[in-house]
């Protein structure tokens, strides 16, 4: 109240005009910083809706493809099921409409977000993963300790996994949430940070920690991480034992059926000179597993037998797939040509076996018939080789 120039009976100073008008624009400031988080805490609910929503719809086209060709269901199912699809959508986009309304200079259209709170890396739908391409500052990229993935097909990630470390050197914890982990094989992949003391799975759009032993063959395929929790909490010697007691079979036969062409990929080129040297000092042959098992030792950090767990992502396999089928028709082709080659070359060889006695008599005759006269024989003969000589 500006013009006010009394209060409690005591005249009004300049000092206490200045100092309230101090105090009023902090306030105001306050309230302005205030506003600011409530918008930008808005626009970050709105956006994680919107990822959500995306996500869900993705989820619900590729359960509908899968459902479609698994049953072949009739076109009319189809209909309905797009037709729910698309009331939904039309819902939520009325809701979208609404908050848009209410909440003016938020945009909700956007696809993917990247949070950095604290230590704690956030990535929100596939559109986040352009974010680990960008120059980080060294300081923000030194204090991630966690990168949590959320909305992201875990076939996406997989190929960023090898980046994680060269941009966040510290980090120690890696959360998963609604990233469609679904088979324990997918876990091989992990191994490409190279360093991890924390996982987190979220059951939520991670169907694999419904499985009884998923915790024991994270310890036993990430032994050389020596991880000190999972899921929060925290993993006993007891865990590890029994880890191996329920998986260490399996990476001997995995890499006793590995062909040595194929083991020396997944190694480094130390590791490489590490495995030859212990090859050749065993006098093995190569591409050939240890009769007890001694040499699927760690070479590098990472125990060699569970180096041939690997996971291959579908759209990897998709190329496979079509590198094989390219190969097979080439050499289908290929042997249907040699087959052929072969198969005219025996129908000439048959041809020849049936001819040559006659033309094998008709030979000597024609000789016997020309060389019956020896002085005309010889003559012709000198002919010839006056003729070729000139």
């Known amino acids: 109240m500006m013009q006010l120039k009394q209060l409690d009976m ?6 206490e005009r200045r100092m309230a008008s101090v105090a009023l624009r902090k306030e105001e400031e306050k309230k302005r910083e205030s506003h600011k988080q409530a918008l930008l805490k808005e626009k970050k609910r709105l956006t994680i809706n919107n990822i959500a929503r995306q996500w869900e719809s993705q989820q619900s086209r590729l359960a509908l493809l899968s459902s479609s060709q698994e049953n072949n269901t009739n076109d009319e199912s189809c209909q309905s099921n797009r037709s729910s699809a698309y009331g939904l959508a039309e819902e939520t986009r009325s809701l979208d409409s609404l908050l848009t309304k209410t909440v003016q200079g938020l945009s909700v259209l956007d696809s993917h977000l ?13 559109g986040a993963l352009e974010s680990l391409d960008r120059n980080w500052s060294v300081q923000t990229a030194g204090n991630i300790a966690t990168i949590t993935f959320v909305f992201i097909d875990f076939d996406e990630i997989v190929p960023v996994l090898p980046k994680l470390r060269i941009k966040f050197p510290n980090f120690v914890h890696l959360k998963f949430k609604e990233t469609n982990l679904v088979t324990l094989q997918q876990f091989n992949a992990l191994a490409q940070v190279r360093r991890m003391e924390q996982l987190t799975v979220d059951a939520q759009g991670n169907q694999v920690v419904s499985f009884t032993l998923w915790k024991y063959y994270v310890l036993f395929r990430l032994s050389h991480f020596n991880l000190q929790k999972i899921n929060g909490v925290e993993v006993t010697q007891n ?5 191996e007691k329920l998986f260490g079979i399996l990476a001997y036969v ?12 997944l190694l480094g080129e ?9 090859l050749e000092a065993k006098g093995k042959k190569l591409g050939t597993a240890s009769e007890d098992g001694s040499d699927q030792r760690k070479l590098g950090g990472e125990i060699v037998s569970r180096s041939a767990l690997s996971y291959t992502t ?23 040509d040699l087959v052929k080659e072969a198969a005219d070359i025996n129908m000439k060889n048959e041809s020849l076996q049936k001819l040559w006695p006659q033309t094998f008599i008709e ?11 020896k002085d005309s024989y010889m003559k012709f003969s000198l002919q010839r080789i006056t003729d070729q000589k000139s």
Do not use: N
């Open 114 to 126: 990247v949070e950095v709170e604290g230590d704690a890396l956030s990535l929100y739908g596939s």
């Open 239 to 243: 865990d590890t034992v029994m880890a």
């Open 10 to 15: 005591k005249k009004i100073t300049e000092e």
């Open 314 to 336: 579908r759209d990897s396999q998709a190329e496979k797939l079509e590198e094989a089928a390219e190969r097979k028709k080439f050499c289908h082709g290929y042997i249907q």
């Open 254 to 265: 995995a890499s006793s059926h590995l062909p040595y062409g194929r083991l020396l990929p």
């Open 270 to 278: 130390a590791r490489k000179k590490q495995l030859c040297y212990l």
């Open 363 to 373: 030979l000597v005759r024609d000789a016997v018939i020309e060389i019956h006269s």
